[in-house]
C-alpha cells in the first residue's frame, strides 16, 4: 500500500522543479529558445506589470506554489489513489499533465493572463510592463524550444 507522506511529496516536487528550471536557463542562455518571453514575465506578470515585482512573483509561484506544493501534491495523491508508486504511472501521469497543459491551458493563457495579446510581440509598455504574445496549442508559437519544436 502506498503511503501518503506531506513532507515526501513536497521535496519530491521541489526536486523536479529545480531541474526544470535549470534545463530552461540552459536552453535560454544558449539561445535555444530566442522567442520565448522570460518566464518571470509569463508568471510573475500575471500578478504585477512591474518587471522586478513580477519575476519576484514568479520564482515564489513557480518553485512553492505550483512547482513544489501544486504539482508535488498532485502526484502523491495520484499515486496513493492509484496505491501504485510505478515509474510507468509517474510516466502516464506526466504525459497527461502535459497533454492536459498543452490542449488547454495554452491555448487559454490570453483569456486568463491580463497582460498577454494575442498576436503581440513581447515588447514593454510604459513604466516597464510587459505585454507577450500567446504560446497556442502546445506552444506552437514559441519558435524551437516547445516541446514539439513548433515553427512560426
Not at 67 to 95: E, K, P, Q, R, S
Not at 149 to 152: A, D, K, L, P, T
Given at each position: 500500500?502506498?503511503?501518503?507522506?506531506?513532507?515526501?511529496?513536497?521535496?519530491?516536487?521541489?526536486?523536479?522543479?529545480?531541474?526544470?528550471?535549470?534545463?530552461?536557463?540552459?536552453?535560454?542562455?544558449?539561445?535555444?529558445?530566442?522567442?520565448?518571453?522570460?518566464?518571470?514575465?509569463?508568471?510573475?506578470?500575471?500578478?504585477?506589470?512591474?518587471?522586478?515585482?513580477?519575476?519576484?512573483?514568479?520564482?515564489?509561484?513557480?518553485?512553492?506554489?505550483?512547482?513544489?506544493?501544486?504539482?508535488?501534491?498532485?502526484?502523491?495523491?495520484?499515486?496513493?489513489?492509484?496505491?501504485?508508486?510505478?515509474?510507468?504511472?509517474?510516466?502516464?501521469?506526466?504525459?497527461?499533465?502535459?497533454?492536459?497543459?498543452?490542449?488547454?491551458?495554452?491555448?487559454?493563457?490570453?483569456?486568463?493572463?491580463?497582460?498577454?495579446?494575442?498576436?503581440?510581440?513581447?515588447?514593454?509598455?510604459?513604466?516597464?510592463?510587459?505585454?507577450?504574445?500567446e504560446p497556442?496549442?502546445?506552444?506552437?508559437?514559441?519558435?524551437?524550444?516547445?516541446a514539439v519544436?513548433?515553427?512560426?
Open positions: 500500500m502506498v503511503e501518503f507522506r506531506v513532507l515526501a511529496a513536497l521535496v519530491a516536487g521541489f526536486g523536479p522543479t529545480v531541474v526544470m528550471t535549470v534545463m530552461m536557463n540552459g536552453a535560454k542562455a544558449s539561445g535555444m529558445d530566442e522567442h520565448m518571453p522570460p518566464m518571470s514575465l509569463v508568471m510573475g506578470a500575471m500578478m504585477s506589470g512591474n518587471r522586478r515585482t513580477a519575476t519576484g512573483i514568479r520564482a515564489m509561484m513557480h518553485f512553492v506554489v505550483m512547482g513544489t506544493v501544486i504539482f508535488g501534491l498532485t502526484y502523491a495523491v495520484l499515486f496513493t489513489v492509484f496505491d501504485n508508486d510505478a515509474w510507468w504511472l509517474g510516466m502516464f501521469i506526466g504525459l497527461m499533465h502535459g497533454l492536459i497543459v498543452g490542449a488547454v491551458a495554452m491555448p487559454m493563457m490570453p483569456s486568463v493572463h491580463p497582460r498577454m495579446e494575442r498576436d503581440a510581440t513581447s515588447r514593454s509598455l510604459s513604466g516597464g510592463a510587459t505585454v507577450t504574445e497556442a496549442r502546445y506552444a506552437l508559437r514559441l519558435q524551437g524550444c516547445s519544436g513548433g515553427e512560426r
